[in-house]
Every structure is written in C-alpha cells, then in structure tokens.
Nanobody, 129 residues
Framework: QVQLVESGGGSVRAGGSLNLSCVAS????????IGWFRQVAGKEREEVAF????????YYGESVKGRFTISSDNRRNTVNLQMTSLNPEDSAVYYC??????????????????????WGQGTQVTVSS
C-alpha cells in the first residue's frame, strides 16, 4: 500500500519562502499524477500544483502561479513545492496527493481532485503579516 510522507512547512513571515517535500513509499510503480493541494478550515480543498501523465508541464492554481514551483522525479513518486513570496492567504494545511491506477489505466491523466486516490496526512503552513 502506498503512503505519502510529507515534510517541510512551518511558519514564516509574509514575503518569505518555504519548501515542502513528499515521498511515496511502499509501492514500486510510477504514479499517474502527484502534486499538492491545500485547505483552510471551513473552506473547500484547493488545487495548488500537480504533475500528470499526458502533460509535460505541471498544472498550477491561479493563486500561486509565478510564486510556487513544483518539481518531481521522472516516476512521479517524489514531489517538491518551492513556495516564494508567501502571503497570509497562503496559510493552510498542505496535502500531498497522488494517483496510482491499475496497469491498464497508466495513461489516464488527472484533472480534478477526485482523480487523486492517495493522500498524505497534511502539513501546516502559516504565513504571518
């Protein structure tokens, strides 16, 4: 069974930077997709950035474009998120997520949150003004 182990996060002042990392363990197979989501208490979970099969470029949410950079290994089993120019609106619990499908679905891309079937425990990011 795949497990996603996140690291990084913490507290920073506005304008600062943080890095998040996530490693998939327990399964020797390329994922279809891997990336990051975030959620503020009382609000819906938001897509931050992710890689998916079928696309050479990662997806970025509008609110983080130009400030966050996602990177991953070729097998999409590790993913990092470099966050710069952070502002208080970036404060949230950040979740690493991945999609591992059966071999016959390896080419299936991810487009929405529901396509991701493995989730990390979440890591808190707090940005103070």
């Amino acid at each position: 069974q795949v497990q996603l182990v996140e690291s990084g996060g913490g507290s920073v002042r506005a304008g600062g930077s943080l890095n998040l990392s996530c490693v998939a363990s327990g399964y020797r197979k390329d994922s279809n997709c891997i990336g990051w989501f975030r959620q503020v208490a009382g609000k819906e979970r938001e897509e931050v950035a992710f890689f998916t099969v079928g696309s050479k470029s990662p997806y970025y949410g509008e609110s983080v474009k130009g400030r966050f950079t996602i990177s991953s290994d070729n097998r999409r089993n590790t993913v990092n998120l470099q966050m710069t120019s952070l502002n208080p609106e970036d404060s949230a619990v950040y979740y690493c997520a991945a999609a591992y499908y059966a071999p016959w679905e390896y080419g299936r891309p991810c487009r929405v949150e529901g396509d991701f079937n493995v989730w990390g425990q979440g890591t808190q990011v707090t940005v103070s003004s």
